[in-house]
């Protein structure tokens, strides 16, 4: 017997409300944000994990073998975004899409602003 200690990195507020979709060797486990410790067999493990809005993204896997008594750490950083995959290792993780978001989201910022100073005029 060995443990997994997983992370959800982010929370409601960071992330999404909804916490991601996690399955340790095919079976689906209640996750939620922040450390949680899953006793395991020892032997081979394989954990997925996503996140769901209006559909399945950021998608991402880990494998690796327990060893009896052993504590791996896991880490899963959901995306920014639903068109990019997450992250998953064994140290914390960047989370992915903070460019494409910055990319959008400035431009309709600065249009916005620009709108409001010119009804003021």
Request: charged residues 10%; aromatic residues 8%; proline residues 10%.
């Given at each position: 017997?060995?443990?997994?200690?997983?992370?959800?990195?982010?929370?409601?507020?960071?992330?999404?409300?909804?916490?991601?979709?996690?399955?340790?060797?095919?079976?689906?486990?209640?996750?939620?944000?922040?450390?949680?410790?899953?006793?395991?067999?020892?032997?081979?493990?394989?954990?997925?994990?996503?996140?769901?809005?209006?559909?399945?993204?950021?998608?991402?896997?880990?494998?690796?073998?327990?060893?009896p008594?052993?504590?791996?750490?896991?880490?899963?950083?959901?995306?920014m975004?639903?068109?990019?995959?997450?992250?998953?290792?064994?140290?914390?993780?960047?989370?992915?899409?903070?460019?494409?978001?910055l990319?959008?989201?400035?431009?309709?910022?600065?249009?916005l602003?620009?709108?409001?100073?010119?009804?003021?005029?």
């Amino acid at each position: 017997m060995g443990f997994v200690d997983l992370t959800l990195q982010g929370s409601v507020l960071t992330a999404n409300m909804i916490p991601p979709e996690v399955s340790i060797n095919g079976y689906r486990i209640p996750a939620s944000y922040g450390l949680q410790r899953v006793p395991m067999p020892a032997g081979p493990v394989h954990i997925e994990a996503s996140a769901q809005w209006m559909r399945r993204y950021g998608q991402a896997s880990l494998s690796f073998m327990l060893a009896p008594g052993q504590c791996v750490p896991v880490f899963y950083a959901p995306p920014m975004h639903q068109f990019t995959t997450g992250s998953m290792g064994h140290e914390p993780q960047q989370r992915k899409g903070l460019g494409a978001m910055l990319a959008v989201t400035i431009p309709v910022v600065l249009i916005l602003l620009l709108a409001v100073l010119l009804t003021a005029i």
